[in-house]
């Protein structure tokens, strides 16, 4: 059986609400090392990964491997229902076709727990080959939130540009264009504000501004994100969590 | 379609 107890339900809370716009229904793999996800949205073209080490919970139990097909809107629903700093614990069994969902509110002493039904996803699971990428840059999560949704504004797709001046977004659309310039700078007394690129040859690729929106609903969960590209592999972004990993993938856009 | 095929066929190189 699976037990798994969040310190705070805040952090589960805040997973499910980046990926809900882009999977509905998708399977979390719990095994003896931690919970995991892989899926891709409707139009097969952007694939989350998320891994949630079991050292990222307070307790951490799971005999068998499980699979927990779920809606993520249903789940969702059930997260709203309890508080983002309540202790949070997911329990199933080892065949299950509910997934027990508690909050425990030590200060006003209230537990309350919701049954989530669960459901046969039919999903095929992929490898994600190790990708030796011509371009990465870290950046502040609130820097490329801002320049996913200003450059929306404008456009439904964005280029992006990185060579060793640094990385370039710019964007072309009917009421006009934009473009804004990151240059690579250390920040010893806010590390997080910091802007890293490394580079192994200069790249330069369109995407959906649309799909680096959704990705951009994870920035609550990490102060830096990591974008890596290369002119072989769809676009990563990455948002590291306490043990474990948010991994967003999004094919270039062809042509135009 | 081609952006679909891209990604299936990243995923699948394996």
Redesign the interface.
Known sequence: MLEAKLEQAALLKRIVDSIRDIVQDCNFECSESGLSLQA?DN?????VSLLLGKDGFTDYRCDRSISLGVNVGALTKILKCGGNDDVLTLRAEDKPSVLSVMFEDSIQDRISEYNLKLMDVDQEH????DTEYSASVTMPTAEFQRIARDLHTLSDSVEIDVNKEGITFSCDGDIGAGSIVLKPSSNIDRPEQSINVEIVEPVTLSFNLKYLNHFCKASGLSNQVTLRLSG???LLVEYKLPNGFIRF?L?????D | P???A???R?????
Do not use: D, V
């Not at chain 1, 139009?43 to 694939?47: F, K, R, T």
């Open positions: 891709m139009s097969h073209i952007a694939l992929m490898g994600i080959p072989e592999a769809p993938f094919a270039p856009k062809i042509g | 081609t952006e679909q891209l990604l299936q990243f995923f699948e190189h394996i």
